[in-house]
């Protein structure tokens, strides 16, 4: 397995503290007129994963994940599947299943616009506490058409593993 990780430590966040970054997830929501409930940076993500405070599902595909890696502890459920990205009919059953509508809930992507589309169905199907993160575990792509060298998850280096 190659991986790139932080010790798993969890970070005590308050009570204060989570409320905080919510807050200014929803705003950003807000200002960008977002059909879910808002948006977190990597960082953040990450922090209100460590402490215990949320779910992060990865929407990306099987191959994705496999290839290019996940976030460990990442719940898995498919946006799209295979390499033609055949949206998956059942991916809000399977969200529900998997991790419930009362959780607050994180969705992952490559960059951000998939699990943006995610969340947006999600919320319109009574999520009421899903989160986009920005910029996707490998970010926008750059002047070259290449993804990771300005923003994402792994740009970041926050903890990823790959098969």
Same mark, same amino acid.
């Given at each position: ?22 807050? @200014? ?131 970041? @280096? ?6």
């Amino acid at each position: 397995m190659n991986s790139f990780t932080h010790p798993q430590t969890h970070s005590e966040l308050n009570d204060q503290q989570v409320e905080d970054i919510l807050e @200014k997830a929803k705003q950003l929501g807000s200002d960008h007129e977002l059909a879910f409930t808002g948006t977190v940076s990597p960082h953040d993500a990450w922090s209100l994963f460590q402490a215990g405070k949320v779910v992060i599902v990865d929407v990306r595909t099987n191959e994705e994940r496999k290839f290019v890696g996940y976030v460990p502890d990442s719940i898995h459920v498919a946006w799209a599947t295979g390499t033609s990205f055949n949206r998956n009919p059942r991916f809000v059953k399977e969200l529900e299943n998997k991790v419930g509508k009362d959780k607050i809930i994180l969705l992952l992507c490559r960059s951000g616009k998939r699990s943006a589309a995610a969340a947006n169905l999600a919320y319109n199907a009574g999520f009421e506490n899903i989160y986009n993160i920005d910029q996707g575990f490998e970010g926008d792509l750059d002047k070259n058409n290449h993804r990771g060298s300005f923003n994402g998850w792994r740009y970041h @280096k926050l903890p990823w593993i790959q098969d």
